[in-house]
T-cell receptor, first 115, second 116 residues
């Protein structure tokens, strides 16, 4: 069964450094998402992406964050200058069609630790 | 406003007991979708079920069952004859179609502990 993959599984970085989290969505899916989950807390929406542009973003997704799909397969989340509070699990998801009529398939997550 | 409330922060039961996880949602939309996801200790999010707002039939899948009641805006999840492997955090989530909003709105999760 096709699955969403994410690399790395765990990233440790120093405050102020740039990080890029990578995701390979399911190949025929059209909608892509990033969510984050601070340890022990709820999952929070960051951004949705369709047709090579951001569809929607949350208040968390400020200028320090960016997403792109450079080669039609990878979907990346970049954090330009990491802060301690960016430490969280980051989940990528992909979806075949529009909104709730289709399930969002989640990757295994990347645990980001900012020291 | 769109919101999902899971009032039970943690539930602990002994194996083989039945357990119900509550989910209450708020939305002004008439078309929406409700989901349950399981997050085991390994951390991944495992899809369990999707329900659309026009389908109020309850669903059963093995030991799992879901009770959707629009009148009380609830979408509760019951595990029958619980097992230790059911120990996880369970999230209820809401998705709606208005204004091209595609994100999932998540509840805070219920941590379920099944003791042997």
């Amino acid at each position: 069964e096709p699955e969403v993959t994410q690399t790395p599984s765990h990233q440790v970085t120093q405050m102020g450094q740039e990080v890029i989290l990578r995701c390979v969505p399911i190949s025929n899916h059209l909608y892509f998402y990033w969510y984050r989950q601070i340890l022990g807390q709820k999952v929070e929406f960051l951004v949705s992406f369709y047709n090579n542009e951001i569809s929607e973003k949350s208040e968390i997704f400020d200028d320090q964050f960016s997403v792109e799909r450079p080669d039609g397969s990878n979907f990346t989340l970049k954090i330009r200058s990491t802060k301690l509070e960016d430490s969280a699990m980051y989940f990528c998801a992909s979806q075949l069609g529009l909104a709730g009529a289709y399930e969002q398939y989640f990757g295994p997550g990347t645990r980001l630790t900012v020291t | 406003a769109q919101k999902v409330t899971q009032a039970q922060t943690e539930i602990s039961v002994v194996e083989k007991e039945d357990v119900t996880l509550d989910c209450v949602y708020e939305t002004r939309d008439t078309t929406y979708y409700l989901f349950w996801y399981k997050q085991p200790p390994s951390g991944e999010l495992v899809f369990l079920i999707r329900r659309n707002s026009f389908d109020e039939q309850n669903e059963i899948s093995g030991r799992y069952s879901w009770n959707f009641q629009k009148s009380t805006s609830s979408f509760n999840f019951t595990i029958t004859a619980s097992q230790v492997v059911d120990s996880a955090v369970y999230f209820c989530a809401l998705n709606y179609d208005l204004d091209s909003n595609y994100q999932l709105i998540w509840g805070a999760g219920t941590k379920l502990i099944i003791k042997p």
